[in-house]
C-alpha cells in the first residue's frame, strides 16, 4: 500500500468533497450535470418551453411523434409556448457545452484525485532518492500558495461579468425567443446562477491544475533518480505520465467548450471583442498545464541518460585502452574476459541510450496534440470570421 500521506493539500473550495475517501469520481459529474443539464430541463416542462411549437408541428408533420399518442403530442406542442426561437430541447449550444463541460470535468476530478497518488508513487519507485530534502521544499512552498486566499480573485473577476450577461438576457425585453426569458419564468435567474457557479470553480479549479502542474515540473528539477529497466517502461514515471495525459484531456475539452461557443454562439455572446481575447488566450495559454511538467520530465530523463552515459564511457574508454595497449601482451583468456567485459559494457550502453525518454506512449502525445492544434486553428477561424462580419 502506498503511504496516505498528502503531499498536496486539498482546495480551500470544495476540497475536503472532492478529496473525501467516500467521494466518488462520477458523484461530482452527477451533481454537475443535474444542476447544470437535467434541472434546467424540469424548469423548461413546468414553464411549457420545452420545445417551440414550430419544431413540435414540424415533427408532426413528418409523422414523427415523441409520444406514441398523436393527440396527446399534438396538445402538448400547442401547449407550448415559444413558437420559433431557443426552447431547450433546441438549445444545441447549451447542449453541447454540457457535454464539453463533463468530460472536462471528468479529467478534472481525476487530476486533482490522483495527485497524491502520483507523488506517492514516484516515491516509492525511488526517484527522488537522496534529495528528499529538495523535494520536500518544493512541495511546501506550492502547497503554501494553493492555500492562499487571493487565488479567489481572478474567479470573481470572470464570475461578475458572466452573471451579468445571462441576466441581461433573461430580463431583456423582446427575448423572448430564448427559454430563459423572465416572461416564462424562472428558469433564466436559476440558470444565469449556475452557469456563473460553473465559471466561479471552474476557474479556480483550473489555477489549483495550474499550481499542480506547476508542482510535478518542480519537483522533477530535483536530481532524480530514474530506473531504466522498470517494468513499466517508463523508468518509473508512468504514474506522472497518466496524470499528464489528464491534463491534456482537460485542455481539449476546453478547447472544445470554447468552439462550441464560438461556432454555435449563445444569445450574443459570440459576437463579444472580450470573448475573442479570453478565447485565444486560453487556446494558447492552457495547453501549458499539460507541457510544463512534461517538458520537465523529458529534462529529467534527458539529463539522466546523459550522466549515466558519461561514467559508462569513461568505462568503456578504459577498457578499449587496455585492450589496446596489452594486446600482445595478453593471454588468451584475459584478452576474452576483457573483451566480454567490453561487449557487456556496450550492451548496458545501447540500452540506456535507447531508454525511454517519455512518460507514456509517446503516440498518444501526438494524436492529443494533433486534436488541441485542430481546435485551436478552428477556434481562430471562427475568431476571424466573427471578425471579418463586424
Not at 75 to 102: P, R, W
Not at 124 to 129: D, L, Q, S, T, V
Not at 138 to 146: H, I, M, P, V
Not at 347 to 352: E, F, G, M, N, Q
Amino acid at each position: 500500500m502506498l503511504p496516505d500521506y498528502e503531499y498536496w493539500k486539498k482546495p480551500r473550495l470544495l476540497g475536503n468533497i472532492v478529496f473525501h475517501e467516500k467521494s466518488k469520481l462520477w458523484m461530482p459529474i452527477l451533481a454537475a450535470a443535474f444542476f447544470y443539464w437535467i434541472f434546467p430541463f424540469f424548469l423548461a416542462i413546468c414553464n411549457k418551453t420545452l420545445t417551440s411549437r414550430k419544431l413540435g408541428e414540424l415533427l408532426i408533420d413528418n409523422s414523427i411523434f415523441l409520444f406514441n399518442d398523436k393527440l396527446t403530442y399534438t396538445k402538448f406542442v400547442e401547449s407550448q409556448k415559444i413558437f420559433d426561437g431557443i426552447a431547450y430541447l433546441n438549445d444545441i449550444s447549451h447542449h453541447l457545452f454540457t457535454l464539453c463541460l463533463m468530460v472536462g470535468l471528468l479529467f478534472c476530478v481525476l487530476a486533482i484525485k490522483k495527485v497524491n497518488y502520483v507523488i506517492s508513487t514516484l516515491i516509492k519507485n525511488k526517484i527522488f532518492a537522496g534529495n528528499e530534502v529538495s523535494f520536500y521544499k518544493k512541495t511546501n512552498e506550492l502547497n503554501s500558495l494553493q492555500q492562499r486566499l487571493y487565488l479567489l480573485l481572478p474567479s470573481v473577476l470572470f464570475t461578475t461579468p458572466t452573471l451579468y450577461f445571462f441576466l441581461h438576457i433573461t430580463f431583456l425585453d423582446g427575448n423572448n425567443i430564448w427559454w430563459g426569458n423572465i416572461e416564462y419564468g424562472y428558469s433564466g435567474i436559476y440558470f444565469s446562477i449556475i452557469v456563473s457557479l460553473m465559471v466561479f470553480f471552474g476557474v479556480y479549479y483550473t489555477l489549483h491544475l495550474l499550481i499542480v502542474s506547476f508542482l510535478c515540473g518542480k519537483i522533477m528539477e530535483t536530481e532524480v533518480s530514474l530506473r531504466p529497466f522498470h517494468e513499466d517502461g517508463c523508468n518509473g514515471l508512468e504514474s506522472l505520465g497518466l496524470f499528464i495525459l489528464y491534463l491534456w484531456g482537460f485542455a481539449i475539452s476546453l478547447a472544445a467548450a470554447i468552439f462550441v461557443t464560438l461556432k454555435f454562439g449563445y444569445m450574443g455572446v459570440e459576437k463579444q471583442m472580450y470573448i475573442w481575447i479570453l478565447s485565444l488566450m486560453a487556446v494558447f495559454c492552457i495547453p501549458i498545464i499539460a507541457i510544463y511538467p512534461l517538458y520537465k520530465s523529458i529534462v529529467s530523463a534527458y539529463t539522466y541518460r546523459r550522466n549515466r552515459l558519461a561514467k559508462l564511457e569513461k568505462r568503456i574508454s578504459t577498457s578499449i585502452e587496455k585492450l589496446d595497449n596489452n594486446i600482445n601482451k595478453m593471454t588468451n583468456k584475459e584478452f576474452i574476459e576483457e573483451s566480454d567485459i567490453y561487449e557487456k559494457l556496450m550492451v548496458l550502453h545501447k540500452s540506456i541510450h535507447e531508454m525511454n525518454l517519455w512518460p507514456f506512449d509517446v503516440k498518444v502525445l501526438i494524436s492529443a496534440i494533433f486534436v488541441y492544434i485542430l481546435q485551436a486553428l478552428l477556434i481562430a477561424k471562427e475568431v476571424v470570421s466573427n471578425i471579418n462580419q463586424l
